[in-house]
């Protein structure tokens, strides 16, 4: 993460959107802020800063103003907005599974698993898995075991693939 975060401090154009996605994951919100204000829309922009602002509030202990903000994120987001999509319901599904909600964590991550095809073609892929591990778990936790191994399965075989052009997919799945 140190690595991320001293990498990170160095950005001074951003070209992608996913680069202020990564700064506000690396615990840097106000450079997430400033490089998400770069790109896009002023809806774009809008739609991002609300996942932006709402990791930084999770981060914080804020999960009440973190949820609110998801669920608003959660209405406008579309598969378009990439990892932001996979990022807002991935912490979206974590703040209602510590509220003690699992089948609302549930709900939430499965409308990520039909979209691994789209994942891959826009590079997002490392955030589907992420959504894909953290749903795993908790159809583990919910003894929905033949889905948890289904989807492990599917996992190891997208893992095994990854190999050394995608060296850090094994550490983002294990989030």
Known sequence: NEAMRTELEEVSVVS????ALFMAMAGMPDAARAANDQLGSAEDRRRRGLVIDALTEFKAGKAEA?????????????????????VGLDVLSRIHQQGGDLVLATEVLENTMGKQRRAAYTGTGVFWLMCQGQ??????AGDRLEESG????????????????FPMAKEFAAL
């Not at 992608?16 to 680069?19: A, G, L, N, V």
């Not at 973190?66 to 996979?86: G, H, K, M």
């Open 16 to 19: 992608r959107p996913e680069t």
């Open 66 to 86: 973190a949820e609110s903000r998801l669920n608003v994120a959660a209405l406008s987001l579309t598969i378009d907005d990439q990892a932001y999509f996979f």
């Open 135 to 140: 749903l795993s778990r908790l159809y583990r």
């Open 150 to 165: 289904q989807i492990e399965s599917n996992l190891k075989e997208l893992l095994a693939r990854a190999d050394a052009s």
